[in-house]
């Protein structure tokens, strides 16, 4: 995997097919170990030159499981990797010396995850199995065009709502494969839509165009296939709203004037 994402960072900003897929289908390894088993899955459980200890074990309502020697042991909230070393440290108390406990889902429950958003098939998706955020975004159909550069994955543990805000474009394009989280039964995950802003008058091509923070509004123009023949370049306008009312700002600078969502970018006639 560390060659993979070298090849990527080195390859330029752009993530190539072929590694983009080869990473995908390598996601589950990856979230393997970081999902949280809960009622239903049915578990493996081994523990090295301890034939006797070997057991396959289905997770309960009130998320424990029954192990020899132990009885019944919490599983609340773990990871399967967090189980094994809870498993190893109860032996290790007085029963096995240096326990080695190896866990693996057998069977997976049904989990359910919302994904709203700027998605292409909205809705309660119910999914067995470790996925991450990337596999679930291609589950249901991918991202619209409008969408925008943020997600949010809403997860409630131990009673507390905790918000992961992950950056889609550097995932998307390999710059942080670090955020293609492990998603977990329960979440909820929201693609934002893109800041959106309108271009109207002498523009080659007026219309609605996807505008980030930074942009400029030459950067805008530029989108809207630059000036047309008939465009006054030293008086373009933003109308804007600021706290519910209608705001112009005249001639304004095309290369340091920054653009907000919903401002419309009027481009006048010139008369000379």
Not at 108 to 116: D, E, G, Q, T
Not at 119 to 140: A, D, F, H, K, N
Not at 190 to 219: D, N, R
Not at 220 to 238: D, H, Q, T, Y
Request: charged share 20%.
């Amino acid at each position: 995997m560390k060659v993979l994402l070298h090849a990527m960072r080195t390859a330029g900003s752009i993530l190539p097919a072929v590694l983009f897929y080869l990473l995908l289908a390598a996601s589950p390894l990856l979230a393997g170990n970081n999902y949280i088993v809960g009622p239903g899955d049915v578990l493996n459980i081994s523990v090295y030159n301890n034939d006797d200890m070997t057991t396959t074990v289905q997770v309960s309502l009130d998320r424990t499981i029954v192990m020899p020697l132990l009885g019944r042991v919490t599983v609340k909230d773990l990871t399967v990797s967090q189980v094994g070393e809870n498993l190893t440290r109860l032996l290790a108390d007085g029963y096995l010396v240096n326990p080695q406990v190896n866990v693996f889902i057998k069977e997976f429950r049904s989990k359910k995850v919302f994904v709203l958003g700027q998605v292409r098939q909205p809705g309660l998706i119910e999914l067995s199995g470790p996925i991450t955020l990337l596999e679930l975004l291609s589950r249901v159909g991918g991202i619209e065009q409008d969408a925008g550069d943020t997600a949010t994955i809403k997860r409630t543990l131990e009673g507390k709502d905790q918000i992961i805000s992950v950056n889609l474009h550097n995932l998307r394009t390999g710059k942080d494969f670090s955020q293609n989280y492990a998603i977990q039964d329960g979440d909820t995950v929201m693609v934002s839509k893109s800041a959106m802003c309108y271009i109207t008058g002498e523009v080659s091509q007026p219309g609605s165009y996807p505008c980030g923070k930074k942009s400029t509004v030459l950067q805008m123009i530029a989108l809207a296939n630059g000036f047309n023949g008939k465009a006054a370049r030293g008086s373009v306008r933003i109308v804007r709203e600021v706290d519910g009312q209608k705001k112009i700002y005249k001639d304004v600078d095309l290369n340091s004037t920054t653009v907000e969502d919903n401002d419309v970018i009027v481009v006048p006639e010139s008369f000379f």
